[in-house]
């Protein structure tokens, strides 16, 4: 019988999927659903930055009669807890209520705010701890290295902090992204999560206005880490997650063959609800069986660049012999 056991950040799952941080992982009763599905673990709704900052500046505004600089401080100290003390519950409540590891997540842009909330996660039950930094380079003045330091900061500040072993989620908008990703375990993380997706807008030419853009993802979007992680597996010195585009077995397969230890799913689950899951986890069973592994150790890696006898159909090769073909 097929073993879908794998570790991932340290973590001992057992099967590769993963419920990324959305709505669905945003109470106690929704990632027990995901549990009793059959994911291998959760990942909580995002804490974000930006929520986090607009409390304490609301607090700022109500308290600017206060004459005394302690005072001010402690109001603003008190808004900064207000959006932490809910999700510290929810990390507390998953925690106790699932066997599955749970992984809190921090959605952040700066290294503020987060070395003790990190601190709190783990004091609150947390298995591990994602950092999904979304930082889109749109400062013209604003050089890519700069960027890059922002991020490994992040991780350096909150690593050195806490023991709960951390997964990075990036965008694909960096230069050079072998080297970002070995900067980022030597700076303390134990996986890289390959995409995060960010906010996509779209243009209502009717009212001549901004609208929001389809916000599920597609299986025609696993490509991009696709690629990415069949280049970095065994070469960033950390596990790999894939994310956005999985949305079936044959998804979970093809990134597990490029080197993935994990892989992350969101679109498919409010499409076609948590039932999912267990399909995916079967499909993923029945093709192991089909093809005589055992495990998942067995073929993790077995399409990545590394392990090719052409490793430039990972780069140009194919994209020119596409072209060509068009003539």
Avoid at 51 to 75: C, G, K, N, V
Avoid at 256 to 264: D, I, N, R, S, Y
């Amino acid at each position: 019988m097929a073993d879908l056991s794998v570790k991932y950040m340290g973590l001992d799952l057992s099967n590769p999927i993963i419920v990324s941080s959305s709505s669905l992982t945003g109470t106690v009763d929704k990632v027990k659903r995901c549990e009793d599905s059959g994911a291998g673990a959760v990942v909580l709704k995002s804490l974000f930055e930006e929520q986090i900052e607009s409390e304490a500046e609301q607090i700022d505004d109500e308290s600017w009669p206060y004459p005394h600089p302690e005072a001010f401080d402690y109001m603003r100290q008190m808004g900064m807890r207000l959006g932490q003390d809910e999700y510290l519950k929810l990390v507390e409540g998953a925690g106790q209520a699932l066997s599955i590891p749970v992984i809190a997540s921090l959605n952040c842009v700066s290294p503020r705010w987060w070395n003790s909330y990190a601190e709190k996660l783990a004091g609150a039950g947390a298995d591990g701890l994602e950092l999904n930094i979304s930082i889109m380079p749109r400062d013209y003045n604003q050089r890519a290295a700069e960027i890059e330091k922002v991020v490994i900061k992040i991780i350096e500040s909150i690593s050195r902090r806490v023991d709960l072993p951390i997964a990075v989620k990036i965008g694909p908008y960096f230069t050079s992204l072998p080297n970002l990703a070995v900067d980022l375990r030597r700076a303390g993380a134990k996986a890289l999560v390959l995409f995060n997706r960010f906010y996509q807008f779209d243009i209502d030419i009717d009212k001549v206005e901004l609208a929001p853009g389809y916000r599920f993802s597609s299986s025609h979007e696993i490509h991009l880490p696709l690629r990415w992680i069949a280049i970095l597996y065994n070469q960033a010195g950390c596990d790999l997650s894939a994310s956005t585009g999985v949305h079936d077995g044959s998804g979970v397969v093809k990134q597990l063959l490029a080197g993935a230890a994990a892989v992350q799913i969101c679109s498919t689950l409010f499409i076609n609800g948590f039932e999912q899951i267990g399909k995916m986890v079967e499909e993923v069973k029945s093709w192991m069986e089909k093809n005589n592994y055992n495990s998942i150790t067995d073929f993790k890696g077995r399409l990545s660049q590394g392990e090719s006898e052409n490793p430039e159909f990972y780069e140009r090769f194919q994209y020119i012999k596409a072209l060509v073909g068009i003539e």
